[in-house]
């Protein structure tokens, strides 16, 4: 619940300031220019998004495949579909270097849910199942739908202040008010494009619950996480500069895996390559310490900090232990 308020309460904030720059511009110039730019960005924004999946599937080398040719993921994915209440999704490999995977579509009836060989090699099939989890979560809560949505916002508020910037203006028009509220809504966009990321990053956390609400254990999914981590952190720079403009569709945020792995190893006391269910409560009573460093950086990322993320999934240790007793 504390995740679902969050998000709305960031929805009603975002297009609480839409409005008041909106109430702003129609009083300065009248109502005419702000909808014709409000249309130009409402129509490059669904253009974005009718075009999304075939950009995603040509910059990830997504190649669709049959039941025939990889049943155990199909099987994963039609349990989990099956588990989810939602329909089974078009499974896909993508050839990218990096181990991932990934669920895009544009609608509930478009889903696809993709990963890569690196990933299918790294993984335990209880691991693959749980990351395969969160990406049907996404499915299941149009996160696509709902970060578009939320892209909206500061896509609008870009055109409203390059137009009261920089667009020539007479004086008989309030001059003077129209370049304030083009500073205005240019500071807005910057924040707003913060509490997009924002907004990506709770989605993730929910993401998370999810593939523990579908069955998998707290543990296998951090396991993946850890695994990820360490995967990415092994691919060269050059191949993650290639995905840079992607890293919403990844299950972690591979260009800082370097730096997230010294963090996540003192979680592995065992040091067996995995994060165990013992460790993981170990987690959970304990405390997770960020630096401030690693906290900013995580303002400008897509997925939250992977020691917070890995934390939160240890206090979701007692749900699963009730949901399997139940």
Request: net charge positive; proline share 4%.
């Amino acid at each position: 619940m504390w995740l679902t308020f969050r998000l709305y309460l960031l929805m009603t904030l975002m297009f609480g300031m839409v409005y008041g720059i909106v109430i702003g511009a129609a009083y300065a110039i009248g109502l005419g220019n702000f909808v014709a730019y409000g249309a130009i960005a409402v129509i490059m924004l669904l253009v974005q998004y009718l075009l999304g999946p075939k950009m995603v599937e040509m910059s990830m080398g997504v190649r669709y495949v049959s039941e025939s040719e990889c049943p155990e993921l199909h099987g994963m994915v039609e349990e989990l579909a099956d588990a989810a209440g939602i329909r089974k999704p078009r499974v896909g490999i993508a050839s990218i270097p990096i181990p991932n995977a990934f669920a895009f579509g544009r609608w509930g009836g478009d889903g696809r849910v993709c990963v890569t060989e690196s990933l299918m090699r790294l993984l335990s099939p209880k691991e693959l199942r749980a990351v395969l989890g969160h990406e049907m979560s996404h499915l299941k809560h149009r996160d696509v739908a709902v970060i578009t949505m939320l892209s909206l916002v500061p896509m609008v508020l870009w055109y409203i202040a390059w137009h009261f910037m920089f667009m020539p203006r007479g004086r008989d028009r309030g001059g003077n008010q129209a370049v304030i509220i083009g500073i205005v809504a240019f500071v807005l966009y910057f924040v707003t494009n913060l509490l997009v990321l924002y907004g990506s990053r709770i989605r993730e956390y929910y993401a998370d619950l999810g593939s523990v609400q579908l069955g998998n254990a707290p543990h296998d999914m951090a396991t993946a996480l850890y695994k990820l981590v360490y995967g990415s952190a092994k691919v060269p720079k050059e191949a993650l500069h290639e995905c840079e403009g992607y890293k919403a569709f990844f299950a972690n945020d591979p260009s800082r895996a370097r730096s997230e792995i010294k963090e996540l190893r003192q979680l592995d006391a065992d040091m067996s390559g995995s994060i165990d269910a013992n460790e993981l409560e170990a987690l959970r009573t304990g405390k997770v310490k960020v630096g401030l460093g690693d906290r900013l950086l995580e303002m400008l990322s897509t997925h939250p900090n992977m020691l917070k993320r890995i934390g939160y999934l240890s206090r979701l240790g007692p749900m699963y232990t009730d949901r399997r007793g139940a």
